[in-house]
T-cell receptor, first 110, second 113 residues
Framework: GQQVMQIPQYQHVQEGEDFTTYCNSS?????IQWYKQRPGGHPVFLIQ?????EVKKQKRLTFQFGEAKKNSSLHITATQTTDVGTYFC??????????FGTGTRLTIIP | EAQVTQNPRYLITVTGKKLTVTCSQN?????MSWYRQDPGLGLRQIYY???????DKGDVPEGYKVSRKEKRNFPLILESPSPNQTSLYFC????????????FGPGTRLTVT
């Protein structure tokens, strides 16, 4: 079936270090979205990527969509304690369903 | 305030006792969906609806029913809950289809004993 694989499952970093999470699909995606879920909270939309090779930035967060539209990454520069949470990618395969990755839980060591 | 609401937020029930989790949005969104979240499995879509009276199965629809009689409401029905339906459930809505950001409700934690 159509799946979106996300790695790593967990990441522990010292405050100030960088963090990256990756999503991969075996088939081409129409678009990909990224969400953040704080502990005890609900997923909150961060960004959407649609074009091949697209790169978008939000302050310390950089989002990339691969040239083949089969992979994506989220990179956080100089993590802060406010970055704690689980980051999900969600891919669309050209139908009306959104397929979420399994998420990467980020914990920050102060 | 634009929001998605779910009720109840927490529910403990017994096997076989029918239950309904309500979901309502005040943003006039066409697309609504239900997800369940389980450790290590991420968010898995149960059902979605593209508009009133239009619903379709997601990836894990077994044991669930939905209806969309009004644009704002999208209840999730468990006719005969089983322990493997113990999970955290989220309702979400978006303007239209999956090219738009999903707005999630606060979640409903369901325990079936």
């Amino acid at each position: 079936g159509q799946q979106v694989m996300q790695i790593p499952q967990y990441q522990h970093v010292q405050e100030g270090e960088d963090f990256t999470t990756y999503c991969n699909s075996s088939t081409t995606l129409s678009n990909i979205q990224w969400y953040k879920q704080r502990p005890g909270g609900h997923p909150v939309f961060l960004i959407q990527l649609v074009k091949s090779g697209e790169v978008k930035k939000q302050k310390r967060l950089t989002f990339q969509f691969g040239e083949a539209k089969k992979n994506s990454s989220l990179h956080i520069t100089a993590t802060q304690t406010t970055d704690v949470g689980t980051y999900f990618c969600a891919g669309n395969f050209g139908n009306e369903k959104l397929t979420f990755g399994t998420g990467t839980r980020l914990t920050i060591i102060p | 305030e634009a929001q998605v609401t779910q009720n109840p937020r927490y529910l403990i029930t017994v096997t076989g006792k029918k239950l309904t989790v309500t979901c309502s949005q005040n943003m006039n969104h066409e697309y609504m969906s239900w997800y369940r979240q389980d450790p290590g499995l991420g968010l898995r879509q149960i059902y979605y609806s593209m508009n009133v009276e239009v619903t379709d199965k997601g990836d894990v629809p077994e044991g669930y029913k939905v209806s969309r009689k009004e644009k704002r409401n999208f209840p999730l029905i468990l006719e005969s809950p089983s322990p493997n339906q113990t999970s955290l459930y989220f309702c979400a809505s978006s303007l239209a289809r999956t090219l738009y950001e999903q707005y999630f409700g606060p979640g409903t934690r369901l325990t079936v004993t």
